[in-house]
Every structure is written in structure tokens, then in C-alpha cells.
């Protein structure tokens, strides 16, 4: 089983790293590949460019042997979409069973992204769900990951013994941080030790990040 947890990371924080570590032990594979998009498709203004957010990321993961780092977004160089690393990635696994981890918010907008009905047939879903995630929204989400081809999986088994086509929902605990509160910091002059990592903090500092 191959787990990919995408995201801007712009820039990556310890909510971050502690996600996908609990991703890494909650299904108990070797690790948790960070897949940093080269352009933020869904998103409006992304605040460093694809070569630091990647370096930041490289920095970050030094010595966690639970996380490990996919470039292949970032090195394409140009605008790339979720469906063609699925495409890539299916190759390269064969039948083996890939997951591609995201947040409810995410999932929700999920019909919208290109080619978003070829996504059953390349990958399962991985849904990290809010503990306040109402009965109701749980139900709208479910019936829109229907539409676009997933089925629910009840056990991890499920995930682990099929290639693709599930998804799950799993609640872990988060923590309360975001790259665009670590922004609004730097764009202060306050602090952002502890949330993001020291190599991290250094990099940002040392290349002026986020300061207009």
C-alpha cells in the first residue's frame, strides 16, 4: 500500500509532518510520500515558488524515516493536475493499492478538479475528517465521492487488498495551525518557532519569504 498526501505546503508546518505521521502509523506502512503541487490549481496566490516550497519540504523531512519526499509535480515545471500523477503513479505500482490523503475540505471540492471522474479507477481516497464534521455534511460528501465512481470502504482491509475505488473516512487528531496564519506572522515580524520546523524557520528567513 502507497499513501501520497498532496497539499501547497506553502510553507509546511508541523500540522503537517504530525498528519502524515499519524497517517504512516494509522495504516502501518513504511511511510507517507508529501507530494507539493507545482502550481496551486484551487487555490488563489501561492506565496513562494515551487523550488522553495520543495526545498523547504526536503529540509523538513531530514530524519523522518516515516515521511519521504515526491517531487515529480514540481520538477514537471509547468501546471500539472492531481489526475496526471495518478496516471504516473498507477504505473508504477501496477495493482498494488494507492491512497491519496486529503481533508474534508478538499474532498468537498473534489468534483471540480480536472478529470475528477477518472479518480476511482486510479486511486482510493483517504478522508481526514473533522471531529466536528456534522452527520449531514458527512452524508453530502459521501454522496458526491458516489457520483464520481468511489464506494465506501468499513475496513482498512478493504483499502489494503483492492488497487483502487474506496474511501474511507478516518479522524485524527489535528493541530490548530495553518500556513496562512505562519504567513500572516512573518508578514507581522512575529515568531514562527515551533510551528514550522528550525531548518524551516531558517530557510524562510534567510530567503525573505512571505514578508510582502
Known amino acids: 500500500m502507497k499513501i501520497v498526501f498532496g497539499g501547497t505546503f506553502d510553507p509546511v508546518h508541523i500540522g503537517h509532518l504530525r498528519m502524515a505521521n499519524l497517517l504512516a502509523e494509522y495504516f ?7 507530494m507539493p503541487c507545482y502550481m496551486a490549481v484551487h487555490k488563489q496566490g501561492v506565496g513562494a515558488s515551487s523550488e522553495c516550497r520543495l526545498n523547504m519540504l526536503s529540509l523538513a523531512l531530514e530524519n523522518d524515516r516515516l515521511l519521504s519526499l515526491d517531487r515529480r509535480e514540481c520538477l514537471r515545471g509547468k501546471a500539472s493536475y492531481t489526475v496526471d500523477s495518478l496516471y504516473e503513479l498507477r504505473r508504477e505500482l501496477g495493482d498494488e493499492s494507492l491512497c491519496l490523503a486529503m481533508g ?15 479518480f476511482s479507477g486510479l486511486t482510493h481516497l483517504v478522508i481526514m475528517s473533522r471531529s466536528s464534521l456534522q452527520s449531514g455534511e458527512r452524508k453530502m460528501l459521501t454522496e458526491k465521492l458516489e457520483l ?17 475505488g474506496k474511501f474511507i473516512y478516518i479522524d485524527l487528531p489535528r493541530l490548530d495551525i ?24 531558517a530557510y524562510i528567513c534567510d530567503n525573505a519569504l512571505y514578508q510582502n
Do not use: H
Open 28 to 34: 502501518s506502512v513504511e511511510e507517507v510520500a508529501m
Open 104 to 118: 474534508t475540505d478538499a474532498a468537498n471540492g473534489l468534483p471540480s478538479w480536472y478529470r475528477a471522474d477518472e
Open 148 to 164: 464520481l465512481g468511489f464506494s465506501q470502504a468499513t475496513t482498512l482491509k478493504e483499502l489494503k487488498t483492492t488497487a483502487v
Open 178 to 201: 495553518s500556513s496562512t496564519y505562519i504567513r500572516k506572522r512573518i508578514k507581522q515580524g512575529l515568531s514562527i518557532r515551533y510551528p514550522v520546523t528550525d531548518a524551516v524557520s
